[in-house]
Nanobody, 117 residues
Framework: QVQLVESGGGLVQAGGSLRLSCAAS??????MGWYRQAPGKQRELVATITSGGSTNYADSVKGRFTISRDNAKNTVYLQMNSLKPEDTAVYYC?????????????WGQGTQVTVSS
């Protein structure tokens, strides 16, 4: 059974930092990432990382967030610095892989990040 379990969300003041973790089990993903969804908005990409370490970031978080991955632990992290109130959202861990021409996505349960001004 494939599971993604997130941890590390919480309440922080603007300018502060948080670190999110996502532990995967049951599957090694070729790419993992973080997405977020604010109230009334669509889910959006935050950052992704491949098993080889290649990363991609949304423009809104470049220079402030860092995604990393520990392949031995099958865990992905998101270090969030210089947080802004607009970063407030539910953050979801994602893992996906291609099989027989079909992309298979798995999601964590989400963790709330609230940034107060």
């Amino acid at each position: 059974q494939v599971q993604l379990v997130e941890s590390g969300g919480g309440l922080v003041q603007a300018g502060g930092s948080l670190r999110l973790s996502c532990a995967a089990s049951g599957r090694i993903f070729s790419e993992m990432g973080w997405y977020r969804q604010a109230p009334g908005k669509q889910r959006e990409l935050v950052a992704t990382i491949t098993s080889g370490g290649s990363t991609n970031y949304a423009d809104s978080v470049k220079g402030r967030f860092t995604i990393s991955r520990d392949n031995a632990k099958n865990t992905v992290y998101l270090q969030m610095n210089s947080l802004k109130p607009e970063d407030t959202a539910v953050y979801y861990c994602n893992g996906h892989y291609l099989s027989w021409g079909t992309m298979n996505h798995y999601w964590g349960q989400g963790t709330q990040v609230t940034v107060s001004s």
